[in-house]
C-alpha cells in the first residue's frame, strides 16, 4: 500500500477551516493508531436491492487493510459477492476513522492463518485456523479514508487518498 496523501475536505456549511490556516491536518499516524485499537468497527455493504446494511464486526487493521470474517451465509457475505465497495468505521464516534474501499474475499491457506493469529493476539481468543477455513475472510483496501477529532471539529477534518483512487 502506499502512502495516502492527505488534504483537507471541503464541508460548506460547516465553518471547517481551510488548509492554509496554520492548523495542520492529522497525521496519518493518527489515523492508523485508532484503526489498530478500535475494538469493534462498523461495516457498511449494499444489498443487491441498494439498501444499505449496516454491521459490526471484530476485525483488525493489519497491511494497510481492513480485515474482518463473517459466516459465509450472513447478509454482509451476500452483498460483498454483489458488491464489493464497502465501509469500515472504528467504534470511537469522537475520533472515526471512516475507510471506503473495495472488499475481497480471501481464501489463501497461509493468510487465513496470519488472520487467525492476528485476531488471536488483539482479542485475547483460541480461535482456530479452521474456524475461519470455515468461514467467510475478507479484506478491504482503502481507497478513501476520513477522520476528525471532535474536541477540534472545525480544525482536524482531514481526507487520505489512495494513490490511483480520486
Known sequence: MADPEASRPHMPGYGVVGPFDGRGLLPWTWATERLVSSHD??????????????????????????????SPQSRKTRNIAAEPRAVITTDNPLQPVVVEGVVERITHGSTIEHFTGWVNAKYRTDLTVEFFSENALFRLEPHRIFSLDEADFTGTPTRWVFEGYQ
Open 41 to 70: 468497527y462498523w461495516l457498511a455493504t449494499v444489498h443487491p436491492s441498494g439498501s444499505p446494511h449496516v454491521m459490526p464486526v471484530w476485525g483488525v487493521w493489519e497491511q494497510g487493510a481492513a480485515w474482518f470474517s463473517s
